[in-house]
């Protein structure tokens, strides 16, 4: 047994655990329906809006830190940090995913300079933390609170329930005079569009679901495989959509920031019985062009396969980043270069598969051999090279035939070291499962 395993079995063991008894609050109630039945412990910390619990969801050992907001509105003070840093420490000690349920309205006005303390030392551990930390919100989560869900890895909120924002609507009219309502200032779909939350649902219900489904994802290698949903032949038109569904097994897929950049896909699924995180141009949205918010998400999407050590499957078909003078003063520049910086940085193993159009820049933003990817392969009818053919044959005054032949065509990329091996669409499950699983 692992020493992480010991240790958290020893925690159950211990003196001093209390047990639920008759006196539930509204935090513990949200982890009891959370976890396995009967598996909740709570573990003792002084009085405070926070509580402190370790239990097994699916059958996964964690461990659960939750702001009850009917306490002075969940208040982030000195024994709330006190609080959320033993959970950290016992996560980390044990070796398992640390989980919090959050509804809070901010900094402890009564604790006054102690809050700031607490919330500094939280955050900090929240940054060097090396387990998985998953943030649920309940409710309002107003400064601190809000910020900790920027440290944690992945970030679930219902709609219409859920709110973050730096500060409450009382302090701004107090500090500045503008009069706004919660939802103008935190609505957690405007925040899920801008990759505030990675999983947006329409109830506590789903969440909870969601919540689940990936922490197995996260805590188990290989599940039951499944066959595809979707097969492909070389004849068929089809959509990036129909080429993830022809990869993933049937069922499997869970997409992440679902409403933030949606010429972007980003998704963790499994294929033949592995886990595997797909990222995908989506031409149906502005023709997949990588704009300035395309480019962050994927940064972050990669940064997280890091962070869990995924293997990434990168499926291209854009014209490449958007050029114009509104996207250079977005930062397309800068986003970029957190691209590929962000790429090259994640050290598990990632194939990229050329599935239509990979014109200028997005063939090394979508990732190469030369970059770090272990293969590059492409589609028989993908077109690979500089820019639009349309562009090309204007500048340099040659016939677009031409350029199709000898400047974009699958073959030609491949003659020129830029694409590994040319496949057909039905065989993109065997190579992917062959090159990186």
Known sequence: MPKGAVFFVSLFLKRGIVSIGDSMNRVIKRMMDLVDRGSLEMIPCAPSAVSLAAARIKGIPVILYGFDETRHGGAFGIFEGRAIMKGFRLAERAEVPLIGLVASAG?????????????????????????????????????????????????????????????????????IFEKASLKELGDSEEFAAIGGCDFLKDSEEEMVEAMGKLLLYIKRERRCFKEPIKILSEIDSFSMEDVILSLADRDSLMELWQTWAPNVLTLFAYVEGHRVAIIANHPAYAGGVIDSEGANKMASFYSLCERFRLPVVSLADTPGFLPGTQSEREGMLLSGGKLLKAYMNHRAPKLTVAVGKVLGGSYM?????????????????????????????????????????????????????????????????????????
Request: charged share 20%.
């Open 365 to 437: 933003a979508m990732g190469s051999p030369a970059m770090g990817a272990k293969a590059y392969l492409a589609f028989p009818k993908a077109q690979i090279g500089v820019m639009a053919p349309e562009l090309e044959s204007e500048i340099l005054k040659i016939g677009r035939t031409e350029i199709g032949e000898t400047h974009l065509s699958s073959p030609s990329a491949r003659e020129n070291g830029l694409v590994d091996e040319i496949i057909l669409p039905s065989e993109l499950r065997r190579y992917v499962r062959r090159t990186i699983l």
């Open 107 to 175: 900094a402890d006005l009564i604790d006054g300079q102690g809050s700031l303390l607490a919330a500094a030392e939280v955050f900090k551990a929240g940054h060097d933390v090396k387990v998985p930390h998953f943030f649920l919100s309940y409710g309002v989560c107003i400064g601190a609170s809000a910020y900790l869900a920027s440290l944690a890895d992945v970030v679930f909120a219902v709609k219409e329930k859920s709110y973050f924002c730096l500060t409450g609507p009382k302090i701004v009219e107090a500090s």
